[in-house]
């Protein structure tokens, strides 16, 4: 294993400039960090760029056992101090395990054919990236079949939507950066149903609608909701509100709604 001594080190510098989303973009990479993260990144078929790991935390059966996975799978590892760690990381207060990894993004036209009909979780100007992040991995345990991001939407691949996924990320298709026009277009050649999670006259309560058709949810951003583009073409859905609330978090609002396509599809 090479180590690292300085944090001047290219790699280090150049893993560093990960966090900011436009370097992510253009090196098509994005950061892991943390042992449970890490596990499901190295047992996933996601490209490997480089790993970096403290001494200290090359020591623990976990990672050691992380280790020997990313390395069976040609992944450089390289052994590096706490303050270069601290340098190339995206967290406060790293783990001592951080993986670089190719993003792994798909087109609309690309989606792979499933048994069920479609289920697309669709994130419409969603811009907190824990919100973001927990929709995915609800949309996952939920069994959508794609996750697809429109233009305003946070990055899917920052540090902190990574970590929200829980590792959902790698086992679901994403299709990013998807236009409204773009993403209307292709829904209606696919007869893709769209509900909107929107609370207006014209909404009907999410659980009065069949989700056994091709179907596509749409969740908006948490200050302006879903876009008027989209909405002026999906069935607008509501979540009832028994108590003084006025509306959910978009991430409790996805939960809702998914588990209720997912009971109608797997229970009847």
Do not use: H
Not at 13 to 37: H, M, S
Not at 105 to 123: D, F, G, I, N, S
């Amino acid at each position: 294993m090479e180590r690292i001594e300085s944090a001047a080190n290219a790699k280090i510098k150049w893993t560093a400039r990960l966090r900011q989303r436009k370097y992510r973009e253009k090196e098509n990479c994005f950061i892991v960090e943390g042992t449970r993260l890490a596990e499901m990144a190295a047992a996933s078929e996601w490209p490997l760029i480089l790993a970096l790991v403290t001494k200290a935390a090359s020591q623990k059966p976990r990672v050691e056992c992380i280790l020997g996975q990313l390395a069976g799978r040609g992944c450089p590892i390289y052994e590096v101090s706490e303050a270069v760690m601290a340098k190339a990381a995206a967290t406060v207060t790293p783990q001592g395990l951080l993986i670089v990894m190719k993003r792994r993004l798909t087109t609309l036209e690309e989606l792979p054919k499933t048994r069920e009909p479609a289920l697309w979780a669709v994130l419409d100007g969603v811009q907190d990236p824990g919100n973001a992040g927990t929709i995915l991995r609800t949309a996952d345990a939920a069994g959508a079949t794609a996750i697809i991001t429109l233009t305003e939407t946070v990055d899917i691949f920052s540090d902190k939507a990574v970590r929200a996924t829980m590792g959902s990320l790698f086992y679901r298709p994403s299709v990013a950066g998807v236009t409204a026009a773009e993403f209307i277009r292709f829904s209606q050649a696919q007869e893709v149903q769209l509900f909107a999670a929107a609370l207006d006259k014209t909404a009907k309560p999410y659980f009065m609608v069949d989700y056994r058709l091709p179907t596509a949810i749409i969740f908006g951003g948490e200050g302006g909701g879903v876009s008027p583009e989209i909405l002026a073409t999906a069935q607008r859905l509501y979540i009832p509100m028994a108590g003084a609330a006025e509306s959910l978090n978009v991430g409790v609002a996805a939960a809702v709604i998914l588990y209720e396509a997912l009971r109608q599809r797997r229970y009847g």
